[in-house]
Every structure is written in structure tokens, then in C-alpha cells.
């Protein structure tokens, strides 16, 4: 069986389970080989938000990535990556990308997704998001790049984190083509005898 590459890449901003538990998700699916990478704020931002370790994290992937590493297979196009998902995104790394300055291996994997017309996944984490942050997210969306925020729905009657977590995780999974059985779906409102949450 030919594997899905997918590339996963973890920044600096809040959020650090969202890459968490995406990383986790796609360890289960055995027709999908994880490549890695962790900037030095993600792997901060582990230490402050969760009780995992940047090793632990790191484990869940197939193949990991040093961040500096230029040299690295991911860096150029002519390597062949399926999909490039950075979760969580910072601010400062989407507008590195949005200007083309591939200055660490997370940005130049993002600009040789774009410049090979690959699919590109960014969930944004910032609030309130200033028109100049709007303008990098508009910038890159134009250029192919979809922007998947974490932006809890409640229409499926959220208990917990893990339930957040999960539908972002569904919501990636169904942008990357996966199959998977993660989240509640609508399926229409529950008080119609006909239509149920799945
Ligand atoms: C605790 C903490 C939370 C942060 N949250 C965010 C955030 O939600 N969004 C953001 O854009 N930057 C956030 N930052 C700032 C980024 O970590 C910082 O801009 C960093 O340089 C990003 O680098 P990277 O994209 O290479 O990981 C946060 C920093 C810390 C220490």
C-alpha cells in the first residue's frame, strides 16, 4: 500500500493539543506515513499548556524534523508530501509564509507546498485578529491555502476540551480526505423525527 504523507507542522501559538491531537488521529490511520516538524515556541508552548513532552510529541510522528534543518527532505519539492497541515499556526509564521520568507523548515515546507500546488492546511490562532494578520490569512487563502481556525461549533453539544479538540481534529481529517469516524456530524435538527445527530 502506497502511504499518504502528510506533513505536520506545530508553531508557537496557543493551541498546542489541537497538533496534539491531530498527530494522534492520524497514528491510527495506517494508510498515512507522519512527518514532523516542532518550532522551538511549539515545543514551549507544550511545556506551558500541556503535560506532554516536546518527545513525547515528537514520537507520534513517523519521521521528525529539526526546524532549522534546511537540508531536510521536506524542503524540497522534488520530495514527494501529500499534505501540509500547520496546527496550531502562529501569527508570525503565516506571515512569514505569506511573503514567501522560508527561514526555518516550516515556512519553506508551506512555500513548496504552494509553489507545487499541494494542499496546504492552517489553523490560525490569534484573537482579536488585526487587519494586517486578516490581510496574510486573505493572501494566503487566495493562493491556494485553507485556513481552518479553531473555532469551536456547539451545535453538537460540546462537554468537554476533548469534544472541541475532536471536531477541529473531524474537520482536518475531512480537508486532508481521511476517512475517519471522529466527531458528531449534523444531520439536520434533532426535534425532526427524521434527522438525528450520527
Ligand atoms: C504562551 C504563549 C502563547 C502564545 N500564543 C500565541 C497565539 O495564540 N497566536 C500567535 O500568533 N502567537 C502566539 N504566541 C507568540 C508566538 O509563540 C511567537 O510569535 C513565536 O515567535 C512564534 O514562532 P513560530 O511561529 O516559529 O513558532 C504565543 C507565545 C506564548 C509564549
Avoid at 497538533?19 to 514551549?44: D, F, N, T, Y
Avoid at 509553489?115 to 488585526?130: D, G, I
Avoid at 479553531?150 to 479538540?165: C, G, K, T, V, W
Wanted: glycine fraction near 6%; charge should be neutral.
Amino acid at each position: 500500500m502506497t502511504k499518504k504523507r502528510v506533513l505536520v507542522a506545530m508553531t508557537g501559538a496557543s493551541g498546542s493539543l489541537y497538533g496534539v491531537r491531530l498527530l494522534q488521529a492520524l497514528q491510527l490511520l495506517p494508510e498515512v506515513e507522519v512527518h514532523g516538524i516542532l518550532s522551538k515556541w511549539a515545543k514551549e508552548n507544550l511545556r506551558l499548556e500541556t503535560t506532554l513532552s516536546a518527545a513525547e510529541v515528537g514520537a507520534l510522528c513517523d519521521v521528525l524534523y529539526d526546524e532549522n534543518d534546511q537540508s531536510a527532505a521536506v524542503a524540497s519539492g522534488s520530495y514527494p508530501i501529500d499534505a501540509t497541515v500547520i496546527v496550531p499556526a502562529s501569527m508570525k509564521t503565516c506571515a512569514a509564509i505569506a511573503c514567501g520568507f522560508a527561514d526555518n523548515l516550516i515556512t519553506r515546507a508551506a512555500d513548496v507546498a504552494l509553489k507545487e500546488q499541494r494542499p496546504l492546511l492552517l489553523v490560525p490562532r490569534e484573537t482579536p485578529l488585526s487587519t494586517l494578520h486578516l490581510e496574510n490569512l486573505t493572501k494566503l487563502s487566495r493562493l491556494g491555502a485553507r485556513i481552518l481556525p479553531p473555532m469551536p461549533a456547539f451545535y453538537n453539544q460540546p462537554r468537554s476540551i476533548e469534544d472541541l479538540l475532536e471536531h477541529q481534529t473531524m474537520k482536518l481529517l475531512d480537508a486532508l480526505q481521511l476517512t475517519h469516524d471522529l466527531g458528531r456530524r449534523w444531520s439536520g435538527a434533532p426535534d425532526t423525527a427524521k434527522n438525528h445527530m450520527l
